[in-house]
Each structure stands twice: as structure tokens, then as C-alpha cells.
């Protein structure tokens, strides 16, 4: 009875460690492994070389202007298509959270889930029946005689923009519409009541308040869209270098993993420093109180 | 003088009609109580006031101001929500401060009368702590410094006691007393627990069911001289009699047909006080003297058997049935700790009452 009572409570003491560890494994083996071997190839100096014979060389001719360039798009495209996400995303999730009525709401919820059960490539390839020159837009635009020739939409920038921005837009959503969700009513009617004003409400509550899903979105939107190279390939037509577009030229095509897995890093690297300048930033306009007394 | 003055107030959800020509006047700086059972439109009264609710028709003054389409923000009202609604992401410094920061006030200033209201509500101990580190109470003052920081005309007060315990609240009740008589401020307060209502009122108002205000007055003329079976019900306790009045010159009697005949004071102006009609008695449990032994000096007197005790500690409930089967309470002070007569179940009493103390009601 006694040694039966101490498996049972063994089992339930390890219960958690059994349960972790397949994940944990996981994680070892097909995450921080393979990076640690692009750590690795990025300074190992290249084919036929012995394995301890490191050099920086890769990352030093990294630092030329193109490359820079390419990072610096990669950067800007993701940073805006964030941004307007945002805004875009802002009063979709307001709404959703806090005007619609419950009924409503779990359909609209679905229908934001909606393009997830659509294969990502038919997705992104349907834009381009919808954008091309005798796609769905010139089409109906030259028969409605707007437009006397056929609109150039596909291979640009902003064709690239559009798509990214109509791709990641429910990652936007779905963290805001969380935290926005948890708002109590009261809240910002006791905000109202003490003679804030809508938009005074709106600065120092709800923003305040959604701070977190911000953030969430931001990075959800942020990260994926500057490694992004599926869209502009297809949408873009391979004419913008991406980050994305030369990482996987790199390995895939140029076959050089060397000067990839540099560039990788490289990007990576940049990656994270634009990530903590963004929460720096939400940190420093919208202070806690606590924060502002250790000044 | 800034009286609240609410005028045919009509309000209605998603067709269901809340206020029907609703008219109350809160006379200026009393500590006005709002009773009534849940679903009576008292909140939605409280709302309407501050401004969060527009109503359908109707008007309402403050002082001799239309602020029946004032914009929330601009109301001389603040509120204390019933979940206190507290900014989370602020301290209790901040929440305080709140109403001024909007306004634009030097923080000096700021800092001095968050300061001085804090002592007032006794949390100057807590003045740079977290929402979330909070007791129950402590977010309770928290509520009303915040509301009352401003010095608005109107303090509304929606069952802001409704989640402290006991002890608590009788504490926070007496605080609330002598906070309105230092503030001099109109306090509004929405509650349906009876024993709030009578602690805190000046003046109080009884609201129904159908969201119509039954009677307004103190609170010892509510529990006294109720107006409705429904005041006497819902304000206390007490035992309902229907019966037919029998007046004439030199008697007034109530005729309960399985009890007989009680003497009662007539009535004065009361159109249906005649000879005949159909009225209510209300006896109150405390006004009645529960004895085995026959007394003298009472105006009435009912025979019936004690059929349940429930012993309250200052007081003792006798349920008592009567030949009619009709089973009314009794409430006797315990004053002695070996009382000289004890009465248990199944004991035959008598139960007498002076006729001054019913009181008889239309309906």
C-alpha cells in the first residue's frame, strides 16, 4: 500500500519533467542545434578547410553598401507594413472587443480566421490574378472605361506592401483584440466620468491598457515580414532584393552556406536591435507609474 | 443650492422600458439613499444622472442647469463604481491624481490635494502602491478619493459596499456619514440592502419593481409610516393583514373575517380611509409583545402557538401561528440573560399591540 502510494506520488512529482521533456528535446534538436551550426558556418572558413579554421572574412564582406541596402528595404517594408497593420488592425480589434455583441462576435471571429484554412501560396499567387494586367482590377476598370490602358500593379513595391499587409493582418488582430477584450467597461466610464474626453480616454486608458498586445502584434507582424521572401519573389517578381530573397539565394541557389549563414546572422542581429528599439519606444511614451517615481 | 431635479425621465433597453415617467428631486447636500430590490432601474437612474446613459424623454437639472444632454465629461457628478473600477495600470497616487492631470493642474497643486484627500479617505500610507496590491477596502477609498478629489456637486455612490464583509462595511458606512458631513457634497446612494439605506440616508427613496418610485422621505418616516405594503415588505420586516375598515363616530375598527374585530387609528385626508373599503395593516414584529400570560393596558390581542424560534442573538424571532393558520413574526429583545418566562415551541401565547402602532395601508 505504502510503496504503491509513493510510486503514485513519484509519478505525479515527475509528471511535469515527463511531459516537458519531448518539447524541450524538440526545441534542442531542431532549434538551437541547427543554429548553433550556423554559428558555426558563419566562421568556418569554407570547403576543404580544415574545422577549426575560423575567419571573419564573411562578415567582413558583409559590410559594403548593397548589403546594407538589402537590410535597410527588408527593415522598411516590415517596419511599415507593422505599422499600418496597426493602425489598420486598431479598430477592428476595438470593435470586435468591445462594441460588437456576443452573438456577432464569434462569427466575426471567424471569418478573421477565415483566410488561415486557405493554402499561404494560393493566397499570395490569387493577388496576382487580382493585380496583373489582365487581372481581376484592370479588367473591370477597363470596362467601366476609367482606364484606358491596363494599370501596372504587379512587380512594384507597393504590390508587395498590399499583399504583406493583407497577409499578416489577423496576427495584428488577434493579440490586440485580447487585450482589448480584458478592458472592463467601467473603466473607461469611470475615465469619462472623471472628465476625460474620448480621446483623452483613448490616450491614457485604452492605449495604455493594450500596451501588451501591441507589442504582441507588432512582433507577430514584424519578425515574419522581414524574412519574408515568398511574397516579394512571387508578387515582386524577384526584382527587390529581400533579406529573405538572399538568405535562401544563398543556400539554395549560390550554394555558398558560408556567407549565408554570416548574412543570416548579420540580419538577425539587426532584427533584434529593431525589436528592442520598438519596446523601448512603447516604454518610454506610455510609462507606468512606478516607472515615472525612479526618476 | 444645486438640487437634482429628474422630470418625466423615460428610459428604455432594447424595448424593455426601465424608467416610466420617472420624477425625484434630491434636495442639495443631503446624503440621499436610492433602495430597491435588483432590477428596479436604480442603477440606470444613477447612470442617467452621471451622464453615462442618455435618456429617452425627460429632463434633469442640476441647480437650475438643463444637464439633460451634457456630455459625461463635463458634469459636475462623479461616480464610485460598484467594482471600483480602478485604472490597473496606474498607482493609487495616479488613479487619484486622474481628474486633475486631465484638467491640466500644475502638479504641485496635484500632489497637495492628492495628498490631503488621501488623508481623508486614510490611505496615506499607501500612496505609491499598485492597484493590484490592494485590500478590498483599501480600493474602496481609492474609488472615493478619486471621485471626490474634484469636488463635484453630486457624489453617486452605486453599491459601493456590495463586496466587503460585514464588519467592514458597517465601518466604511459610518466613515461615509461623516465624510458627507465634512464634504457637505450630495451624495447619491444606490443600494437594495435595507440596513445600508437606513444607516446612510438623510433622505431616501423606495424604488419598485416596475422602476416607479413608491415613497421618498426620511428614513424613520419610510420604516414608520411606509406608504405601500411594498415599503413596509421591502423596508424591514413586517406581518400583512387585509381587512375590511368599519368606521363610525365613536370607533374605528379593522374586521379580519377569521379574526375578528381590531381597533385602529382612522386615518386622516385618505380618500379611501371610509367605511367599508378593503385595506392593509402592517404590524411590524418589534412593535408586538409576545407573553404566555394574560396582560392589560394593550388596545388588541391575538391568541396562536409559537411554530418556529430562530434566535438572532439581540433578539429572538417567534414565528407564531394564528387560529386562521396565517403564521406572523415576532421579534422580542433579549434584555436578561435569564428571562422569567421562557416560552418554547409549541406554546400557547398571546400576542398584544397598541392600535397606534399599525399602520394601514391602500394597497
Redesign the interface.
Known sequence: MKIKEKIAQGITYNMSFIFTTPAVLWQILFLYIPLLLVVYASFYRGVGATWYDWTCEHYLSLFTRDYFMIIGRSVMVAFGVALLCLFLAYPIAYFLALKVGRRWKNLLLFLLTLPFWTNFLIQVYSWVFVLDHNGLINTILLRVGLIKEPLHMVNSTKAIFLVMVHYYLPFMIMPLYSVLEKIQKDVLEASMDLGATHWQTFRRITIPLSLSGIKTGFFLVFVPAFGEFVIPSLIGGAKYMFVGSLVSHYFLVARDSQLGSAFTLLSGFILLLCALTFNWVCDTLYKTSAAKRDQ | MRNIFLKNIIKSYNNDLILDHLSLEIPSGTFFALLGPSGSGKTTLLRLI???EQVDEGIIFLGDEDITYTP???RR???V???Y???????V??NVA??LV??GVASEIIEEKVTKTLKTVHLEKHI?K?INNLSGGQKQRVALA??II?EPDVLLLDEPLAALDLKLREKMLLELIELQSELKTTFVYVTHDQFEALTVADHMAIMNHDGEIEQVGTPKEIYEFPVSTFVAKFVGSTNIFKGKLKIASDFCRIDFASLGEFDVVAPKDKEWACDGNQVYMSLRPEKIEITKVPMAGFSNMLKGVVRSIVYHGRSTQYNVQLQNNQVIQVFEQNEEHFPQEVIDYDDQVFLYWQKENVVLLEK
Open positions: 452621471a451622464g453615462l459625461i465629461y463635463k457628478v462623479n461616480t463604481f460598484q467594482n473600477a480602478l485604472f490597473p495600470h496606474m498607482d497616487f495616479d486622474y481628474s486631465i484638467r505609491y499598485s478619486r471621485a474634484n
